[in-house]
């Protein structure tokens, strides 16, 4: 069994000596998991960055087994925000959820091609990376919560059944709720930010908290809690510095 696609490195783990365990997203094959021999060695190291975007052969007997994994490397996105700690952190964080949250071997496209096209955006501008790229990675993760099955519901308020004024989301239901219907219970509700609701909307840094609040609830519930596992540390480091972030604007 063998095939050969362009893939996104999510992570890779030393495996022995100088293998590597390493998990890919792909298009037409979704997540995937193989053994890189040499992948822990200095070669492999580079090669195996989470963020890169790789031309990756996997091989097995059976397609139930683990595999070999080679590639080469297409676009270097990791090394290009190596020196940008923000966009550095954008990067793990995506990668993170994408490895911990999609199920293995299950294609899921749009995930793969808009990951694909926020790597690229962050990696032309390390330093304005979160400016330019906040508002793709949380409608990136909106995306995921879709294609998951546990998609937010923005269409119209949840009360009074208005298009316009959508300001909040319920916790319980992922309905959008206008200011207008919120009434007594607007504090127990979940902001909206506009950049849900426009994508010409770059957001502001009070907006991306709240955005990461909002999608992180449903993360946590969902696509993580309904497997028992935690955010991963990486999104959480995030969190803490869009908070910095949006403290001192």
């Known amino acids: 069994m063998e095939w050969e ?4 490195v999510l992570s890779a783990a030393p495996y022995g000596e ?10 037409e094959h979704g997540l995937f998991h193989g053994l890189s021999r040499g992948g822990a060695a200095r070669a492999g190291r580079a090669l195996w960055q989470p963020g890169n975007l790789v031309r990756a052969v996997w091989r097995g007997r059976l397609p139930e087994q683990l595999g070999n994994l080679s590639g080469e490397l297409v676009h270097g996105s990791a090394a290009r925000v190596m020196s940008a700690p ?5 990067l793990a964080s995506v990668c993170a959820v994408a490895d911990g949250s999609l199920p293995e071997r299950e294609p899921h496209p749009r995930i793969f091609h808009l990951l694909t096209r926020f790597f690229a955006l962050i990696s032309l501008d390390p330093d304005m990376a979160a400016w330019s790229g906040m508002a ?4 990136w993760e909106a995306c995921l919560l879709s294609d998951l099955g546990y998609g937010l519901d923005l269409s119209a308020c949840a009360v ?4 316009e004024g959508l300001a909040w989301v319920s916790p319980r239901t992922g309905r959008a709720v206008s200011d207008a219907g919120a ?11 506009p950049l849900f609701l426009d994508e010409t909307d770059p957001g502001t840094s009070t907006d991306w908290q709240d955005g990461l609040r909002l999608t992180g609830y449903f993360l946590a519930r ?3 809690g309904q497997h028992h596992r935690p955010l991963p540390a990486a999104r959480l480091r995030l969190v803490d510095m869009i908070g910095a972030l949006a403290a001192t604007a």
Request: glycine residues 4%.
């Open 86 to 90: 923000l966009a550095l952190a954008m």
């Open 183 to 193: 009434g007594t219970w607007r504090p127990r509700l979940l902001r909206l930010p």
């Open 136 to 139: 793709a990675l949380l409608r």
């Open 18 to 27: 100088s293998s590597a365990i390493v998990h890919l997203l792909t298009e």
């Open 5 to 8: 696609a362009p893939a996104l």
């Open 160 to 163: 009074t059944g208005a298009t």
């Open 222 to 224: 969902d696509a993580f």
